[in-house]
């Protein structure tokens, strides 16, 4: 089941997801505290297998273009490979094309993501090396349901 939390609830999922070994704070992202942005989780029960975000955001090669940016998915380990994050994703998308049809979406995909991405109608745009984090490919796609 998929509902709105709290970014303080995604915070643990993305740090052993996306930087394992790390302190907390390294899950904590400025973006988050954006206006509009929205925080999901996946609960089997009462316990949080995955969590993303979504906020708007602009597209540094698109300035003009309405984007949101997508980060911060993760799942559990040992619980992927169920469509948790895809559903997590696919809502987050029908979230940003809701308040913004016509816009992009657009995100950071580690090379071993870039499969899921593609998956849920996102193309390459161009391969980046984020500070501390390494290289990612940047990705797109429209808002569209």
């Known amino acids: 089941m998929i509902r709105e939390i709290a970014v303080e609830q995604t915070w643990l999922l993305r740090r052993d997801g996306l930087n394992p070994g790390k302190p907390l704070p390294s899950a904590i992202d400025p973006r988050d505290a954006v206006e509009g942005a929205r925080h999901l989780g996946w609960f089997e029960g009462d316990r949080l297998l995955g969590v993303g975000s979504i906020s708007r955001h602009p597209l540094p090669l698109e300035p003009d273009a309405i984007a949101w940016f997508v980060r911060g998915m993760s799942v559990v380990h040992g619980q992927r490979s169920r469509g948790i994050g895809g559903q997590i994703l696919d809502a987050l998308i029908v979230h940003a094309a809701g308040r913004d049809p016509g816009g992009l979406a657009w995100c950071h995909a580690r090379i071993p993501a870039a499969g899921f991405y ?16 390494g290289l990612r490919l940047r990705m797109t796609r429209p808002l569209v349901l």
């Open 118 to 133: 593609r998956r849920h109608g996102f193309r390459l745009l161009d391969r980046i090396d984020l500070p501390e984090k």
